[in-house]
């Protein structure tokens, strides 16, 4: 059974605070690496797919970094606003034949005005 | 453009029942994948259909079954429900099954077994 850990459980943040989160994996046989944002009542949402070792994405105020040797991920959140509260889940690929995602149980995010 | 559709949204069943939840893939997607989503945890892959054939499945029992018909919808059936079974069902669309295919997930249906 694959280990995705994610760190912290959850976050309380003000508004204007910079953040970031972990992702931790094995790094046996991993292919990619994708994250997604949920927020409450809404669907997931895909925000960055990662495959290369020293990949960096960034979308608007949000950036991704992936470290496949060592088997991490960070996320970072610059300037935190009350609409980026959500839950913030990571997921390995392995054995390259699909996309299945092995999903982390999410890092919780609430940036409070 | 409709995104991926899922029914119905909650349904309540009792232990030892069946049930069938049912997707429609975002437009353009051929590739469907289902998630079982329990209290506390992330989402856990049972399976994905690709050409209307299962591709790869997790590690759940075969009292969880699908299908998937020509038009790229997809239905989940699970059998003689436990009440284990309770938790939220994400169904994923994609454009093939290539690991940099980003999934785009409908809003979930909520079951409860009681």
């Known amino acids: 059974i694959l280990n995705v850990e994610q760190s912290p459980q959850s976050l309380h943040v003000q508004e204007g605070d910079s953040t970031n989160f972990t992702c931790s994996f094995p790094s046996s046989n991993f292919y990619a690496l994708h994250w997604y944002r949920w927020e409450t009542a809404k669907s997931p949402e895909a925000l960055f797919v990662m495959t290369l070792n020293g990949d960096e994405k960034k979308k608007g105020r949000i950036s991704a970094t992936l470290n496949t040797k060592e088997g991490y991920s960070y996320l970072y959140i610059k300037g935190s606003q009350p609409e980026d509260s959500a839950t913030y889940l990571c997921a390995p690929i392995y054995g390259g034949a699909t996309n299945k995602l092995i999903f982390g149980t999410g890092t919780l995010l609430a940036v409070q005005p | 453009d409709a995104g991926v559709t899922q029914s119905p949204t909650h349904l309540i069943k009792t232990r030892g029942q069946q049930v069938t939840l049912r997707c429609s893939p975002k437009?353009?997607?051929?590739?469907v994948s289902w998630y079982q989503q329990a209290l506390g945890q992330g989402p856990q892959f049972i399976f994905q259909?690709?050409?209307?054939?299962e591709r790869q499945r997790g590690n759940f029992p075969d009292r969880f079954s699908g299908h998937q018909f020509p038009n790229y919808s997809s239905e989940l059936n699970v059998n003689a429900l436990l009440l284990g079974d309770s938790a939220l069902y994400l169904c994923a669309s994609s454009w093939g099954t290539g690991v940099a295919e980003k999934l785009f997930f409908g809003s979930g249906t909520q079951l409860s077994v009681l």
């Open positions: 437009s353009g997607h051929d590739t």
């Open positions: 259909y690709y050409e209307e054939e």
